[in-house]
């Protein structure tokens, strides 16, 4: 077995991963690293180029498989779940597999649909709708291999480990990773599961190791849960007293636990941003959208005008889910916080933030600039009502016990992210450069 760690071994974004079995390669997710695209959003107005994504890194740079000439040996592509980081570049590459189809959950592939929709491209490949803990054949040069779905706990729905079973032992991709036992929406991580793959045989595990370098573990949904219920009976009151509140918008579940307890306000609630609208309505389509008879969803500028035109005038009558949590331009909150809007901010009113800034530059940049323009407007700010979707120490652990792999390679950060992993693994009696991994983008590992 071959594994070349094509990205998001040396940054938080654009993750893939391909594994070559004999003449055989896979590839696992295609993702995004945002501040290249934020920084490309700034210079290319429509749409983006391939040429253009490569410039700033927005994409994993898969031309290593040209390199390598593992290119043509594709026999499919594994999406794990629906964040940008994982399927967002994907549309943008396809046309570099012609012909090879698409394997993911079925809420992954009405947001892969719905990107490709936007990215004008088109691509000929099957996109191949599975279920979490299924297994499926694909077709190799010489006969089929099987690879199974396995129900993960993260921050969006539908999420899933993606495991290639080879002669050699599984293969198993572990992003991202977290347990969540008392998860409010979808089952619970699938531990019997795992740990049969375990006991079969784990030749490699590739492993979320962003908190690797924390203990604390974050908590499940039904915390967040809490958090919401506290900032929610700490809102200023009033019939006179606007209410926002801004969540990742691929957070179903979120967003869910949102409705349940905006509810109790008797406020109508309405969700305003194109994003929300694209992951609320990938989910209505799939039918995991317990929420759907509860809110009205807007898209469009005109619909969205006409929904703050109502609040402004009538601010005690509506709870608003909106875009915005990072201060990305042209989202919801940006355009209101920029004037930019009929609806105006006033003294008193209430903006949640059930999200935390992704420590990024651009990001920590953005998110100031707004809260100081926001907070001049006596908007009553409630920040990081959250927990976020990745593991720490102890989840690491507990995965590596179920599957005892053979080798580990950790993922999904910085070098100096990933490199405690290392160090904890050793815990558990891997040795570096031999049976564990710290692996650059573009490094290839035989074992
Ligand atoms: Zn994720």
Redesign the pocket.
């Known amino acids: 077995m071959e594994i070349c760690t094509i990205g998001g071994f040396e940054e938080v974004g654009k993750n893939m991963t391909a594994v070559k079995v004999d003449d055989d390669v896979f590839i696992f997710d295609c993702g995004f690293f945002l501040p290249g695209i934020i920084e490309l959003q700034e210079t290319e107005k429509i749409g983006y180029s391939l040429s253009g994504l490569r410039r700033v890194g927005g994409v994993p740079d898969d031309r290593i498989l040209d390199e390598l000439k593992w290119k043509d040996k594709v026999r499919a592509i594994f999406i794990s779940?629906a964040?940008l980081?994982?399927v967002g570049g994907l549309p943008f590459l396809l046309h570099r597999y012609p012909d090879v189809d698409v394997f993911a959950t079925p809420f992954t592939i009405k947001v892969l649909e719905s990107l490709i929709e936007d990215s004008k491209i088109v691509a000929n490949n099957k996109l191949r709708m599975v279920n979490s803990n299924s297994v499926h054949e694909v077709k190799t040069s010489n006969g089929k291999v099987k690879v199974e779905f396995v129900n993960a706990t993260?921050?969006?729905i539908d999420?899933s480990y993606v495991v290639l079973h080879t002669d050699e032992g599984a293969f198993f991709y572990a992003?991202?990773l977290k347990f969540d036992n008392h998860s409010t929406l979808g089952a619970p991580p699938n531990y019997k599961r795992l740990k049969e793959i375990g006991e079969k045989g784990v030749k490699a595990v590739v492993i979320d190791a962003l908190y690797s370098s924390t203990d604390v573990r974050p908590g499940g949904e039904k915390v967040a849960f809490g958090l919401l219920e506290d900032a929610f009976s700490k809102m200023g009151r009033g019939a006179d007293k606007a209410l926002f509140i801004t969540t990742f918008s691929s957070h179903i579940e979120r967003l869910n636990n949102i409705v349940k307890i905006g509810q109790k306000t008797n406020r109508e609630i309405i969700f305003l941003g194109r994003s929300l609208a694209k992951y609320v309505l990938s989910a209505i389509k799939v039918g995991k959208c317990p929420f759907r008879e509860n809110v009205k969803i807007m898209k469009y500028r005109n619909q969205v005008d006409s929904v703050l035109k109502k609040v402004e005038v009538d601010r005690g009558k509506y709870l608003i889910v909106c875009t915005g949590h990072q201060g990305e331009q042209n989202s919801i909150l940006d355009r209101i916080s920029r004037g930019d809007s009929v609806f105006k901010f006033r003294e008193g009113d209430n903006l949640i933030f059930s999200s935390s800034v992704i420590p990024t530059e651009v990001n920590i940049e953005a998110r100031k600039r707004l809260d100081a323009k926001l907070r001049k407007m006596g908007v009553k700010l409630q920040v990081d009502v959250h927990v976020h979707?990745h593991g720490s120490r102890e989840d690491m652990r507990e995965i590596i016990n179920l599957l005892k792999p053979e080798h580990v390679i950790p993922a999904h950060g910085t070098q100096a992210q990933e490199e405690p992993f290392i160090e904890l693994s050793q815990e558990f009696g891997y040795k570096p450069h031999e049976t564990s991994h710290l692996m650059k983008n573009g490094d290839v590992l035989k074992i």
Request: charged share 20%.
């Open positions: 779940h964040h980081d994982h993260h921050s969006t999420c992003l991202d979707g």
